[in-house]
DNA sequence: CCACGTTTTCGACCGATAGGCGAAAACCTG
DNA sequence: CAGGTTTTCGCCTATCGGTCGAAAACGTGG
C-alpha cells in the first residue's frame, strides 16, 4: 500500500505509509498509529518489524533512519483507502520514493521466508478459504506456484489446518465443490521456524 | 561481551556496547565503529540487525532509541578486551544495564534460529576444526546437545564440510585421531533458509 | 605386548516429511 | 447422458534426520 508523494522531494513519487516518532512510543504504536490514517488498523493481522534503513543519504537533507515493518492484512479485507493511497502488485511496483523499493523488496523477501518455515499463512487467509485459494495466496506471496496437494498435507500435518465442514459451490465452468477450511485455532500465533537439528529424543507427548 | 558501567544510571551493572550514532554513518558503520573501541573489528565474522528497542521507558532520561545487532567472533579468537570489560556466558549473565538483557535473549534466540536453517555456522568455527569441536559449539549455542553423526551428515550434504586431510593427536586418555575439516570456500556467506515450500522440481542440476 | 578403556568414525536401519502423479469424486454444460 | 472441469485422495518415491551399534585407531596399565 502506497500513497503518492504531493510534495517535493520525491513528489508524485509512491511512497511507504509511516512518519516520526513520537516522544511516548515505541515504534511499533507509531507504525499502527501511522497507519491508522490510511486504514484501519484493526484489520491489520500482523506487524513485524523489518529493519532499519539509515543510509545517511537515504533521504535528502537532514538525516532521516527510518525503522521498517512488514504488515500484512489478509485476503479478504478490501480497506477503503485515502485518495492519493492505493494497493500495487509488489512485483509490479511503480516508481517509490527514496529507498522504500529497497525495503519492499526486503519485506517481500521476509514474507516468503516466514510462509516457508512459520505458520505465517494465517495472517494473509480470509477466516474460511479452499485449499485453492489459500493456493492462490502462497503462491502470489512466494512468488512461484506451489502444489495443493503439498500445501494441504503440510499445512494439515502441522496440525495447522481444520475442516469447517462447509463447502463452496463450484464455478460456471463446473468442478468438484471445494471443501472449506480453516487455520486451527491456538495456532493464530507465529510459531518457532522449524528446527534442523532439534535437541535429542525430546518426542511430542501423546494425550 | 559486556562492559561494566562505571557511571549512573545503573552504575556498576553490566551493558552492552554501543553508542549514538554519527551524523555521517549507518547504524551498522556506527556499531562497528563502536566496536571497535573494544575489540579489533577485524576480528567479527558475522554482524547481523537483531532489532529495534524503543520502548520509551527503556532508559531514564530522554528518549534513546537503539537498533541492536547481533556479532559473532569465531571461537579460536579470544581478544584482548579493555579492563572494563569481559566475556560472559550467555546462559549466566550478571546484572545488567536497562533491557539489555532482553537484547541479549533476542540475540540468543536468534542465533539458535539461524544456525539450525542457514550456515552461520561458519562465522563461529575456526578455519579448521574437528567434528567433536564443531559439536560442542553447536550445542553451547544451541543450548541442547547434538549429535555429532547427524551434525556431520547434515552439514556435508549441504556441501558446507570439507575434510582437510590433517588429523590432531588424541589426548592422554586415548581415543581414535580426530579429522580436521573447514568450511567449504565459496559457502562462507549467509544462504537462505531452506524453504518447506520449495519451488516444483527445480532439481539442482549436476555438475 | 596384550587386554582394556576411550574417542572418533562410519554404516545400517527407521520414521517422518515432501514432491509427483494419476485416479476417483463431484460438479457443470450442452 | 457424454464430455469437460475442478477438487480430493491415495500411492509411490526420494530425501532427510534420529538412533544405534560396530569398527577403527589411539593410549595406558599389567
Known amino acids: 500500500m502506497l500513497w503518492e508523494r504531493a510534495r517535493e522531494p520525491h513528489a508524485h513519487r509512491w511512497s511507504l505509509p509511516g512518519g ?3 516522544e511516548y512510543e515505541d515504534v511499533e504504536t507509531s507504525i499502527r498509529r501511522q497507519l491508522a490514517e490510511k486504514v484501519d488498523v484493526r484489520q491489520l493481522s500482523h506487524v513485524e518489524q523489518l529493519a532499519v534503513f539509515s543510509n545517511p543519504a537515504r533521504v535528502p537533507g537532514p538525516r532521516v533512519v527510518a525503522t521498517a515493518f512488514l504488515g500484512l492484512v489478509p485476503s479478504h479485507i478490501d480497506p477503503v483507502v485515502p485518495s492519493d493511497t492505493a494497493w500495487h502488485p ?3 511496483l511503480p516508481a ?3 529507498d522504500h523499493q529497497a525495503i519492499c523488496r526486503r519485506a517481500r523477501s521476509r514474507l516468503a521466508s516466514k510462509l516457508s518455515y512459520t505458520n505465517l499463512g494465517f495472517a494473509l487467509a480470509p477466516p474460511e478459504f479452499t485449499i485453492s485459494a489459500l ?5 502470489a506471496a512466494l512468488g512461484y506456484k506451489v502444489s495443493a496437494t503439498n500445501l494441504q498435507r503440510v499445512l494439515s500435518r ?3 489446518l ?4 462447509g463447502t463452496v459451490q463450484p464455478g460456471p465452468s463446473g468442478g468438484r465443490p471445494a471443501a472449506l477450511f480453516r487455520f486451527a485455532s491456538g495456532e493464530m ?3 518457532d521456524p522449524f528446527a534442523v537439528l532439534r535437541p535429542p529424543s525430546t518426542r511430542s507427548l501423546g494425550p
Do not use: H, K, M, N
Open 162 to 165: 481444520e475442516p469447517t465442514g
Open 96 to 98: 517509490t520514493a527514496f
Open 189 to 191: 500465533r507465529i510459531t
Open 158 to 160: 502441522r496440525g495447522l
Open 20 to 22: 516520526g516518532l513520537g
Open 90 to 92: 509488489v512485483d509490479a
Open 135 to 139: 493456493r492462490s495466496l502462497y503462491s
